[in-house]
């Protein structure tokens, strides 16, 4: 069964803390996603990568950075975690030029 | 500017009966439009799609329309059942080949007994 793995289901971390949040799929995907999900907001786009090394911003990477060195995985990372990052981080994954994508479960984030 | 739009942000519905979600979208250039199911703590998974060169598909109990004229999408669940209770996301992609997709808000759908 194809899969989008993500490491932690629920972190809690204190602020002003650096955060990795990890993200390995098993598809031999191209591209890699990462959205938060807040209640009333949908899916936000953080980053994006179509390829190793690679990445671009989406609608809102103020505060975020990415990672991705290998093909499979596509790290988040939280500068210095604020209490307005708490929220559910889902990573995604998909085929080049194919609209579709495979979510992993998520992360829920608590920044306290 | 939200270019998609799900304005209904919950629907309750009796089992049995049908369910229709509803999506508008702004920005003429999408072409292709997926649907999603999310249930607590957990990832959404895709459920349906349509590309704009049709007006319709279907998948067993689902059905997506698409109005290119009114920019308008809307998902038929029937019949309804209880496990269908979820959140369902619109989301549209640019014809393009690394072209990601933009989300709705999410309508949050409750199927009683």
């Known amino acids: 069964d194809v899969k989008v793995t993500q490491s932690s289901r629920y972190l809690v971390k204190r602020t002003g803390e650096k955060v990795f949040l990890e993200c390995v799929q098993d598809m031999d995907h191209e591209n890699m996603f990462w959205y938060r999900q807040d209640p009333g907001l949908g899916l936000r786009l953080i980053y994006f990568s179509y390829d190793v090394k690679m990445k671009e911003k989406g609608d809102i990477p103020e505060g975020y950075s990415v990672s991705r060195e290998k093909k499979e995985r596509f790290s988040l990372i939280l500068e210095s975690a604020s209490t307005n990052q708490t929220s559910m981080y889902l990573c995604a994954s998909s085929f080049g030029g194919r609209p579709g994508y495979t979510f992993g479960s998520g992360t829920r984030l608590t920044v306290v | 500017d939200q270019q998609v739009k799900q304005n209904s942000p919950s629907l309750s519905v009796q089992e049995g009966r049908i369910s229709i979600l509803n999506c508008d979208y702004t920005?003429?250039?999408?072409?292709?439009f997926l649907w999603y199911k999310k249930y607590p703590a957990e990832g959404p998974t895709f459920l349906i799609s349509?590309?704009?060169?049709?007006d319709k598909n279907e998948d067993g109990r689902f059905t997506v329309f698409l109005n290119k004229s009114a920019k308008h999408l809307s998902l038929h669940i029937v019949p309804s059942q209880p496990g269908d209770s979820a959140v369902y996301f619109c989301a549209a992609s640019l014809n393009s080949g690394y072209s990601t997709l933009t989300f709705g808000k999410g309508t949050m759908l409750l199927v009683s007994p």
């Open positions: 920005n003429s250039m999408f072409d292709y």
């Open positions: 349509i590309s704009s060169i049709k």
